[in-house]
């Protein structure tokens, strides 16, 4: 089964910076697309980023364009997402995902991924 594990979160002032790892295992990394998605208290769960580990092809949120990256490293089958310029709005459980390829990096829907992590809680204060 597959299985994946964030890591990075933590408590940041606005304008400070995270970087989140996801370490993926049980299936071929290289042939998927991953995803990172949050979620705030009371709130459903959004669409952050994805990447197709493939191509490094990427796709952004609006909210989030221009302060968060995501990458990703086949070789240790992990993806990152580097976020700057950090908001309290960004405060929420941030959880990485992953499918099959065969659908592309515009596929914001938590209901089409296959795997999820537990999640990793980012706080931002202000």
């Known amino acids: 089964q597959v299985q994946l594990v964030e890591s990075g979160g933590g408590l940041v002032q606005a304008g400070g910076s995270l970087r989140l790892s996801c370490a993926a295992s049980?299936?071929?990394?290289?042939?998927?697309?991953m995803g990172w998605f949050r979620q705030a208290p009371g709130k459903e769960r959004e669409f952050v980023a994805t990447i197709k580990t493939s191509t490094g092809s990427t796709y952004y949120a609006d909210v989030v364009k221009g302060r968060f990256t995501m990458s990703r490293d086949n070789a240790k089958n992990t993806v990152y997402l580097q976020m700057n310029s950090l908001k309290p709005e960004d405060t929420a459980v941030y959880y990485c995902?992953?499918?099959?390829?065969?659908?592309?990096?515009?596929?914001?829907?938590?209901?089409?991924?296959?795997?999820w992590g537990q999640g990793t809680q980012v706080t931002v204060s202000s």
């Open positions: 049980g299936r071929t990394f290289s042939s998927y697309v």
């Open positions: 995902a992953a499918k099959s390829a065969g659908y592309s990096v515009y596929e914001t829907r938590p209901v089409k991924y296959d795997y």
